[in-house]
């Protein structure tokens, strides 16, 4: 395959009207799981109930064996020992997928069929990055800071390993971690084992897993995953938006009890406390509001403390249930000025597609 028919095939295929979801489709759903909305519940997410997108296969690595190769004007090699000896800390984070809403976009990206569960806040523990790329040196000219996976694999007819660049200032950033422990325990093999990347506030195709090498460059990185993949594109051909930090975005536990097939909530009228939780990677989230008529009127809801700075906040609204049929919905904003949208704006990778969650809701 040509560049040219490269760059042109470098965007998800555009689902035709009324077309269902395919088999493909339905297999990336069966390796990468969402978030139980029931989950929302906990302040920082069992790892098993934690969102994944897996892009090839799952290394397996031997431990004892690892070592993570770091490229600046010196190279350093460490082992997971070497690693865990430097300072040690712990944060709670929130992830989100990029792509988490494509599945509800029109017309439909052909992808990973998210619809709005692709998140998840670990407690992340391991030692700071910036420390560790001042060590190797950070040339005059360094501009970039490429991180390199050991997950391999093909995409639109590139074959690479999985890696992603940050500019050196974003990587001096105190909170930016090499972790090799989730929840207190090491890290799971789905997870990134033994090493991965944490970078507060950005989109999960940051947080680089199965790390082997850090690589310091002069120029602006032109891997696939940064010039190509995760950009704001209308056609195949555009060059695009790079999708960075996450935009505002609440999630609410669904109250009662599902329909198996539909998930339609059923409850009893009355008094009905809805929960759950709001996010930014912009700036801390300052006011969310919840709809019980499907959007055309919100109520302001009350704001539980933050988790952390970078993780996500609980709130909670009273609804006083009475017997039909509703749309439960909930937007949120942040305080740098970000308001998540009703319905997001399309674009042709299916990115950061905000629109609100829409829960139906019979009350009996």
Same mark, same amino acid.
């Given at each position: 395959?040509?560049?040219?028919?490269?760059?042109?095939?470098?965007?998800?295929?555009?689902?035709?009207?009324?077309?269902?979801?395919?088999?493909?489709?339905? @297999?990336?759903? =069966?390796?990468?799981?969402?978030?139980?909305?029931?989950?929302?519940?906990?302040?920082?997410?069992?790892?098993?109930?934690?969102?994944?997108?897996?892009?090839?296969?799952?290394?397996?690595?031997?431990?004892?064996? &690892?070592?993570?190769?770091?490229?600046?004007?010196?190279?350093?090699?460490?082992?997971?020992?070497?690693?865990?000896?430097?300072?040690?800390?712990?944060?709670?984070?929130? %992830?989100? !997928?990029?792509?988490?809403?494509? *599945?509800?976009?029109?017309?439909?990206?052909?992808?990973?069929?998210?619809?709005?569960?692709?998140?998840?806040? =670990?407690?992340?523990? #391991?030692?700071?990055?910036?420390?560790?790329?001042?060590?190797?040196?950070?040339?005059?000219?360094?501009?970039?800071?490429? %991180?390199?996976?050991?997950?391999?694999?093909?995409?639109?007819?590139?074959?690479?390993?999985?890696?992603?660049?940050?500019?050196?200032?974003?990587?001096?950033?105190?909170?930016?971690?090499?972790?090799?422990?989730?929840? #207190?325990?090491?890290?799971?093999?789905?997870?990134?084992?033994?090493?991965?990347?944490?970078?507060?506030?950005?989109?999960?195709?940051?947080?680089?897993?199965?790390?082997?090498?850090?690589?310091?460059?002069?120029?602006? &990185?032109?891997? %696939?995953?940064?010039?190509?993949?995760?950009?704001?594109?209308?056609?195949?051909?555009?060059?695009?938006?790079?999708?960075?930090?996450?935009?505002?975005?609440?999630?609410?536990?669904?109250? #009662? &009890?599902?329909? %198996?097939?539909?998930?339609?909530?059923?409850?009893?009228?009355?008094?009905?406390?809805?929960?759950?939780?709001?996010?930014?990677?912009?700036?801390?989230?300052?006011?969310?509001?919840?709809? /019980?008529?499907?959007?055309?009127?919100?109520?302001?809801?009350?704001?539980?403390?933050?988790?952390?700075?970078? /993780?996500?906040? #609980?709130?909670?609204?009273?609804?006083?249930?009475?017997?039909?049929?509703?749309?439960? !919905?909930? @937007?949120? *904003?942040?305080?740098?000025?970000?308001?998540?949208?009703?319905?997001?704006?399309?674009? @042709?990778?299916?990115?950061?597609?905000?629109?609100?969650?829409?829960?139906?809701?019979?009350? @009996?």
């Amino acid at each position: 395959m040509t560049s040219l028919e490269q760059l042109q095939s470098s965007s998800p295929r555009i689902a035709a009207e009324s077309e269902g979801i395919g088999i493909d489709e339905l @297999r990336l759903a =069966g390796r990468n799981h969402a978030l139980p909305l029931e989950a929302l519940r906990y302040d920082v997410t069992p790892a098993g109930l934690h969102y994944l997108l897996i892009h090839y296969d799952i290394p397996y690595v031997e431990q004892e064996s &690892f070592r993570l190769r770091v490229e600046g004007s010196t190279s350093l090699e460490l082992d997971l020992a070497d690693l865990r000896a430097r300072p040690r800390v712990t944060l709670p984070v929130t %992830f989100e !997928c990029a792509g988490n809403g494509r *599945a509800r976009m029109a017309p439909r990206p052909v992808s990973q069929p998210w619809l709005d569960e692709a998140v998840g806040t =670990g407690e992340w523990t #391991g030692t700071p990055l910036a420390p560790l790329l001042r060590e190797a040196g950070i040339p005059e000219s360094g501009r970039e800071v490429v %991180f390199t996976g050991l997950d391999h694999g093909m995409e639109f007819g590139w074959e690479m390993d999985y890696a992603r660049a940050l500019p050196v200032e974003e990587c001096l950033r105190e909170e930016v971690l090499l972790a090799y422990e989730m929840n #207190g325990s090491p890290l799971l093999p789905q997870h990134g084992a033994p090493l991965r990347l944490v970078v507060p506030g950005w989109y999960g195709m940051t947080q680089v897993k199965w790390l082997r090498e850090i690589r310091v460059v002069d120029h602006v &990185f032109d891997g %696939f995953h940064n010039a190509h993949a995760y950009r704001l594109k209308q056609e195949a051909t555009d060059v695009g938006e790079p999708v960075t930090r996450i935009a505002p975005r609440a999630l609410m536990v669904p109250p #009662g &009890f599902p329909d %198996f097939m539909s998930r339609t909530r059923v409850v009893d009228r009355g008094p009905q406390v809805l929960t759950g939780r709001a996010w930014s990677g912009w700036g801390p989230v300052e006011r969310v509001e919840v709809s /019980a008529d499907g959007g055309s009127t919100w109520s302001p809801a009350e704001l539980d403390p933050p988790v952390g700075r970078w /993780a996500w906040r #609980g709130w909670r609204w009273t609804w006083d249930a009475e017997p039909g049929t509703y749309e439960l !919905c909930v @937007r949120a *904003a942040d305080a740098a000025g970000n308001e998540q949208p009703v319905d997001a704006a399309w674009n @042709r990778q299916g990115m950061s597609g905000t629109s609100v969650q829409r829960v139906p809701v019979v009350v @009996r």
